[in-house]
């Protein structure tokens, strides 16, 4: 009798995680060619489950707010146990610090400059425009008004110019976009206060639509010559529906 109870307990958790994943992937908008519709207005750099639910109640900036049903990947500098600061070498950690002494007065961003990858993306107060179509992604930032256009199933020039949000080209695997920029100029911060990189920096990243609502980002930056290994980050990035952004 046990066993047949337990097998039955079985069944009954395998047919509910099925439907659950069911009822998620057919949330996600999808273009005509079936991948996931990245196209719409978003609000990034929530980390923390349902930080952006409050933020959103408090000033009114629209989107329909967080599916809490939906999976939430936090950034390892969110985890209360094994945090991992960005892995710079020792005399890069000690020019991190050095900007941060100086309470950030060196931020390029106050200089007017662009806010860089993957900074523009987590931008929290400043919105962001997915134009998508089968051939490439748009990407508009209402920060400095700067844009990305990331050609799929491209290679990068051989000929790059280092740039502020240098060169992307972009893939698809299975539902998640996936970006590899390279070509940076050394002019940006990476993150928070001080994270400054070379030019040698390499970043991956990934977007994945997870509902109508969500987009789950993640971030690998690679950079060895100042870090120790490679640095990943975690965002969710909402929907903003009837926002346009402002020049």
């Given amino acids: 009798m046990m066993r047949v109870l337990s097998f039955l307990l079985t069944i009954a958790l395998v047919c509910s995680a099925t439907v659950a994943f069911a009822q998620t992937k057919s949330t996600v908008p999808r273009g005509p060619d079936a991948k996931p519709d990245l196209t719409g207005v978003w609000q990034g750099g929530s980390t923390i489950r349902g930080s952006w639910d409050e933020a959103n109640g408090g000033l009114g900036v629209g989107g329909s707010g967080r ?8 950034s390892s500098n969110d985890r209360p146990a094994g945090r991992e600061a960005a892995p710079y070498q020792e005399w890069a950690a000690k020019k991190v610090m050095e900007s941060f002494n100086k309470r950030g007065i060196d931020d390029p961003t106050a200089f007017c400059l662009p806010g860089g990858i993957p900074r523009a993306v987590m931008l929290g107060l400043y919105p962001q425009k997915i134009v998508q179509t089968p051939k490439e992604i748009v990407i508009l930032y209402e ?3 700067v844009f990305r256009i990331i050609p799929l199933n491209a290679k990068h020039p051989e000929d790059l110019l280092p740039s502020y949000l240098g060169d992307s080209v972009g893939h698809w695997e ?25 030019e040698d920096l390499h970043i991956t990243e990934r977007y ?7 987009i789950n980002y993640e971030v690998t930056m690679v950079d ?3 870090f120790t290994k490679p640095w990943t980050l975690h965002s969710t990035m909402m929907l903003r529906e009837g926002t346009r952004l402002q020049e």
Avoid: C, E
């Fill in 143 to 145: 920060y400095m008004n």
């Fill in 174 to 198: 299975g539902d998640t976009l996936v970006v590899d920029v390279t070509g940076f100029n050394d002019k940006t911060w990476l993150a928070g206060t001080g994270t400054f990189h070379s």
């Fill in 208 to 214: 994945t639509r997870v509902d109508k609502d969500q």
């Fill in 67 to 74: 599916n809490p049903n939906t999976p939430t990947i936090l």
């Fill in 224 to 226: 060895p010559k100042v």
